[in-house]
């Protein structure tokens, strides 16, 4: 019987280096209208990094990429520094990168992104990382303990201890599409097979989704998924790799994928440590099975003064939803830098504030009871008639991100939300949508809303996976 393998695994920290500036317009625009707490981002890995060092018998802690706020330099310089420190005190930590801890790839001349820091209230270019120059900050932590490396895309597997490897996979690809090219996947599978062999249980860490955290993620997005990822799940389980680790979606979700000939494989993805709920996973594989639990630090420093972390960064968090209603309301400087985060264009803001301080102020003030009287549904809403609209979908939006979804499908809110979804795609349906045009169409709606709304099949905080 092996000693079980136990590690700690942080994902997207998007350290971002405080002396890059962090007062002004400019910072204000990055930091102060989203979820991602770029001002407290030291602080926070500060924090996970005193959690994890509180563990005597842990000492492997995982990176999952996204280190740094956008490659940089300055911040993969502060980033490395603070894994020297985790070193020092004794966690062997093994980590790889992604696409946001670079500017420039000699791969791919065309992909070049600037870097910038906030300096007397504007953005002004700081110097980036190439990605060549990532080995110099991190090589040391896995690469150079590597049984065997993939040269062109830095990947590489490592032995943990007797009788467990890790593949460290770099998807970074060319920056637009993330994925392994055909070499890199024969690296993979060598690997793998390799492992197997020697009686070894091996398990993986990619930065991209390979099982999507929610269905409709791929839909809306597919570029953030591994390129090929239904086919890469496949490859993947069927070679006898039944467990990942992924990152980047910033949602903290467990899914599974099982093949057309019966291999199952789990996706354990982590939310972001540098946004609510800044999770730090604590994980035990015994080869038969792997437990998986969250712990969060409940404490961070930030300018000599302490702050609670679930109480800073989840009010950061809501803040997307409530800060783009006060903002329709009355900033719409505001609403368009919420907006800018989630790709739509300032314009709309600009052309339609009329109709965004109309809809402001209904998305303010409805109540579900007056919802339900606007839209003519019946449902039993005994006891949630007074919630407001904004708050149920604010704690749904969190309870998907964080993993604590609470409404189940016998609850009133559950009821009532699908009595207001039925009614508006019959409006729809009447109104000449075709998508929303009969029974089946609006059933793969309903399936997809309560995939986001529901809680799933595994929990995503707590839960022992059986791996074969
Ligand atoms: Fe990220
Ligand atoms: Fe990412």
Known sequence: MKKPLKFFLITDTHVYARSLGTDGEAFEKKDAYGSTCYKASESLFDAAADLMLKSDDINIVLIAGDLTSNGEYESNINMSKKLQEL???????????????YTSDARFPNRVIKSYKCQGGREVETPGTER??????????GRAQAMSVHENSGSYCIKLQEGFRLLCLNDDGNGVNCGYDEECMSWILNCIKESRDAGDFIFAMTHHPLVPPMKVYPMISRRDMLVDFEKTAEIFADAGLSLIFTGHSHIQSIRSHTSKKGNT?????????????????????????AEIKTLRPKSFVMDGQEYSVTGYTKTRF???IYGAIEGAKN?????????????????VVDNHKILMRTLGNIADRLTVKGAAKLLM?????RGIEKVKIKDLF???????????KVIDKNSREYGFIRAVMERILIIGAKAGVKSLDG??????????????????????????????
């Open 265 to 289: 494989i789990y996706d354990v993805g982590t939310a972001a440590l540098v946004s609510y709920p800044v999770p730090v996973r604590q994980v035990t594989v015994t080869g038969e099975t």
């Open 331 to 347: 900033d719409y400087e505001r609403l368009a830098a919420i907006l800018g985060g989630i790709s739509i264009k300032r314009e």
């Open 318 to 320: 809501d803040s997307t």
């Open 132 to 141: 060549r120059e990532l080995d110099s900050f991190y090589g040391e932590f």
């Open 439 to 468: 029974k089946e169409n609006r059933e793969k709606i309903f399936e997809i809303a309560d995939d986001i709304i529901l809680p799933g099949k595994y929990d995503p905080n707590n839960i022992t996976i059986p791996l074969k």
């Open 394 to 404: 604010a704690g749904i939006f969190r309870g998907l991100y964080a993993g604590e």
């Open 87 to 101: 070193n020092k005190k004794g966690k062997q930590v093994i980590v790889i990168t992604a696409t946001h801890d």
């Open 377 to 381: 549904v019946k449902a039993d809403i």
